[in-house]
Antibody
Framework: EVQLVQSGAEVKKSGESLKISCKGSGYRFTAYWIGWVRQMPGKGLEWMGI????????RYSPSFQGQVTISADKSISTAYLQWSSLKASDTAMYYCARLKSSNYPRGNWFDPWGQGTLVTVSS | QSVLTQSPSASGTPGQRVSISCSGS????????VNWYQQLPGAAPKLLIY???QRPSGVPDRFSGSKSGTSASLAISGLQSEDEADYFC???????????FGGGTKLTVL
């Protein structure tokens, strides 16, 4: 079974650093892009960025470029999302998801998704 | 970050057919396939439809998707109480070089 298992909920203070993880299993981890998606309380889904664990090629949404760092350790099939200095506005649920692609018709979609990591930042 | 446009809410009674629409532009829905995700209360999103109209294994055929030009829709027939959830459309955006999501539609089963 293809699975993504994320690290547990975090409670942090503004200014602190944080790294959350997403461990893949049941498939060749290095062969698929992994994406990170933010969902703020009561809001919709926002794409943050993607990483290809095979060579760590990483792409960020312009909205998140410079705000977070996405990385991966292919030796342990794990992707990471990290912040160097959290803000209260980073309070949200964060999901990782595997990206699948089709050339014809052209498209990409996320499947499966991790269970989510709730990050709460107090000021 | 721009989003695809969805109505914020929809509703129906058990057994009814409901439709949820999603509007985009030439750089996303117009150029790439549309996907739909279902998010049950308190749960992670789950892929419901990919490639405009393909259902992953395990998704009932009550759920169907379609696309025309820069718009798409999700139809749910034989509505059931367990279909009460948030539904998000999504499509790759060639300008963003990443996925764009709709704002989500909250479906209420009356």
């Amino acid at each position: 079974e293809v699975q993504l298992v994320q690290s547990g909920a975090e409670v942090k203070k503004s200014g602190e650093s944080l790294k959350i993880s997403c461990k893949g299993s049941g498939y060749r981890f290095t062969a698929y892009w992994i994406g990170w998606v933010r969902q703020m309380p009561g809001k919709g889904l926002e794409w943050m960025g993607i990483i290809y664990p095979g060579d760590s090629d990483t792409r960020y949404s312009p909205s998140f470029q410079g705000q977070v760092t996405i990385s991966a350790d292919k030796s342990i099939s794990t992707a990471y999302l990290q912040w160097s200095s959290l803000k209260a506005s980073d309070t949200a649920m964060y999901y990782c998801a595997r990206l699948k692609s089709s050339n014809y018709p052209r498209g990409n979609w996320f499947d499966p998704w991790g269970q989510g990591t709730l990050v709460t930042v107090s000021s | 970050q721009s989003v695809l446009t969805q109505s914020p809410s929809a509703s129906g009674t058990p057994g009814q057919r409901v439709s949820i629409s999603c509007s985009g532009s030439s750089s996303n829905i117009g150029s790439n396939t549309v996907n739909w995700y279902q998010q049950l209360p308190g749960a992670a999103p789950k892929l419901l439809i990919y490639g405009n109209n393909q259902r992953p294994s395990g998704v009932p055929d009550r759920f169907s998707g379609s696309k025309s030009g820069t718009s798409a829709s999700l139809a749910i027939s034989g509505l059931q109480s367990e279909d009460e959830a948030d539904y998000f459309c999504a499509a790759w955006d060639d300008s963003l070089n990443g996925p764009l999501f709709g704002g989500g539609t909250k479906l209420t089963v009356l």
